[in-house]
């Protein structure tokens, strides 16, 4: 888990509204899924005509999750946050609706979690692709550790856009309950 970003999913709905309904169970392909509330929404890239001979990976062996990317954790932080905003407002625009927000998308390297509060903060959380929905572990983050050690914590900065949340009671709760899941025993 990142040290500074919390995170918590939802679990996509399994209908799309109109005469055809859409199973998330039937996507076949993990990339560059994106799961709204109403449905699922499959962007991807079509093959070009002149394929190169490019070599693809056999086994999910050869992948590795944990290999630094080479950019500071502010740089990614910018990108995450850059990467969720695109893909707000384009569900928003697909949807027709203003109030539309996803619960998480899918790529072949990660899947990534989506939170937001009334209030405006956002939770999010990158786990392997093959995870379940965990929208309810980043509310539970939101309404166990989140309010006791920040909100109910009168030194606690709540402008943490700059510096991000640097409280290490809420680290150490978040990190215990995020443990304690099953994708992770």
Known sequence: MLSDVSQLVESPKSSVEGPAKVQPNNVTSPRNTLSSSTGLVIAYNEPSAHPKNVP?????????????????????????????????HMVQKLSGRTDEAFSSYTTAAYKL????TMSGYKFIMLTDPS??????????????????????????????????IDNPHFRAATDKLVQNLSIFA
């Open 56 to 88: 693809v990976p056999q086994s999910k062996d050869n992948h590795q999750p944990d290999k630094p990317t080479g950019l500071p954790f502010d740089e990614e932080a910018k990108l995450v946050y850059g990467v969720l905003l695109s893909l707000r």
């Open 113 to 116: 979690h989506y939170f937001e």
């Open 131 to 164: 995870a379940d929905a965990l929208r309810f572990i980043l509310r539970q983050i939101y309404t166990g550790p989140f309010i006791e050690h920040v909100v109910r914590n009168p030194l606690s900065e709540l402008d943490s856009r700059s510096r991000g």
